[in-house]
């Protein structure tokens, strides 16, 4: 019987300096294709220096950053400590040890297998399903608590972890209890 996987798409972080950042130094040292601000658009800057790991970072005046398209929290530090290392480079003042919270971790995957939508809004507990609005089934588990959008070709979408373990946990739950729920309709071979 195929079982399902899954790839992290997006690793979403919540970055705190102990120092304020000055959008002005940034932008003077770093070309606007790397530093972009732009107040009467948006109120942070936007860096994209860091390539490996492919990440942006949307920085604040008070000392707080947002860290996102990181495939992993792993890749989330490393990406926190390139910019860290590219701001030294040029002299600008930055605190070394950032505070980091992941908060979101979406995953895309596949069960392997088509789902009955209909039976299973009418058999789970804590489901949305508006087929005639969307096509795809909204289920939360009890724990851990990440939300999946499920939709009838297998494919899923898990979003809410706040670590890697738990979009494990979600999919292996999830697997299980359309499996034992007989939710499944046909094996899908891919």
């Not at 990181?70 to 002299?91: M, Q």
């Not at 058999?123 to 939360?140: A, D, H, N, S, W």
């Amino acid at each position: 019987m195929p079982k399902p996987y899954y790839k992290i798409q997006n690793v979403v972080a919540s970055v705190k300096f102990k120092n304020r950042f000055d959008y002005n130094e940034i932008c003077l040292k770093f070309p606007q294709s790397v530093a972009d601000y732009c107040p009467e658009n948006f109120p942070g800057l936007f860096y994209r220096g860091v390539k490996t790991p492919k990440c942006s970072m949307l920085i604040f005046e008070n000392g707080k950053m947002i860290c996102t398209g990181a495939k992993s929290t792993e890749k989330v530090k490393k990406g926190v400590y390139h910019l860290i290392r590219d701001f030294k480079k040029r002299e600008i003042s930055i605190h070394e040890n950032p505070e980091i919270d992941i908060v979101n971790i979406v995953a895309s995957g596949n069960l392997r297998h088509e789902v009955d939508l209909e039976k299973a809004a009418s058999t789970l507990i804590r489901v949305m399903y508006e087929p005639e609005q969307f096509p795809g089934l909204f289920y939360r588990i009890d724990n851990p608590k990440p939300l999946i959008l499920l939709f009838k070709s297998g494919k899923f979408v898990c979003t809410g972890a706040t670590k890697e373990i738990d979009i494990d946990h979600t999919v292996e739950i999830l697997y299980q209890t359309l499996e034992d729920k007989n939710l499944f309709i046909s094996e899908l071979v891919s």
